[in-house]
């Protein structure tokens, strides 16, 4: 608690009327699974800009949300980036974004933040890197195979920065096989290729579930019981196969029992 700040971060918008300030959130990474924890808030002075310092006695990563006139306006989420002691950021939010579910259709409508991060060594690279990685998705927005080989090919060129290995494995479908070996013994990039691996691995195993289910749930495959609750008398609960296969067709229909459905 003594010791003096080696990280300072400056916060910037013009959008005054609808911000009053920004929420830091750390990230924790632990065998593959993340976790939360708020480390500070800052309210912007009358110009639209505020500083936040700390002492860090090693790099941790961060979310940024901004905080509303509007009390009851949820959370959009702004940008995932390290905090790395002895530099200075720069973060300027350009629009606030929307986060909206359509409760009918199940679609969700997502519009991200304008922003822009930027700062001294590491985050002069991170911005840089940004804006080649994104310029390249972009120009191939229908494109994800030829979009991917252009990031690696880039990220084969910037292999051992970083400013540009952070943006990358944090932001984009990162192949970490273009890194170089020193940079993958870095904390920071060793712990985003844990939560990367567990999360491939949970997708795997995923992937392996829906390929059975559809398997066994194919024309012809016996049907997989369930049990069902009798709505006028919910201590009997008879079994799907208590009403199927007693010699004549049955129609099942299912539906929602969310009333705001």
Not at 160 to 187: E, T
Not at 196 to 223: I, V
Request: charged residues 25%.
């Amino acid at each position: 608690p003594n010791q003096k700040p080696n990280f300072s971060i400056t916060f910037k918008t013009e959008l005054t009327d609808e911000v009053t300030g920004f929420e830091i959130v750390q990230t924790l990474i632990d065998n593959g699974r993340t976790s939360d924890s708020q480390i500070g808030e800052v309210d912007l002075d009358a110009n639209g800009e505020t500083t936040f310092s700390t002492y860090l006695e090693e790099p941790i990563i961060v979310y940024v949300f901004p905080t509303y006139t509007d009390a009851q306006k949820p959370k959009s989420y702004s940008l995932l980036f390290p905090l790395i002691p002895g530099e200075k950021a720069v973060f300027t939010l350009n629009s606030t974004g929307s986060y909206e579910d359509d409760r009918v259709t199940g679609v969700t409508t997502i519009e991200i933040p304008k922003h822009e991060l930027t700062g001294s060594g590491f985050y002069k690279s991170w911005n840089e890197t940004e804006k080649e990685l994104s310029k390249i998705a972009n120009g191939n927005a229908n494109d994800r195979e030829k979009t991917e080989s252009l990031q690696r090919e880039y990220m084969k060129r910037h292999n051992d920065n970083l400013g540009c290995v952070m943006q990358y494995v944090l932001h984009w479908r990162a192949d970490y096989s273009v890194l170089s070996k020193k940079i993958l013994q870095n904390p920071m990039v060793k712990q985003m290729k844990e939560r990367d691996d567990a999360w491939a691995k949970e997708r795997e195993e995923l992937l392996k579930k829906q390929n059975e289910a559809r398997a066994n749930t194919a024309p012809g495959k016996m049907f997989s019981d369930l049990d069902l609750q009798n709505m006028t008398n919910t201590n009997n609960r008879p079994s799907l196969s208590d009403i199927v296969g007693k010699g004549r067709p049955v129609l099942v229909h299912f539906y929602s029992t969310n009333n705001e459905m």
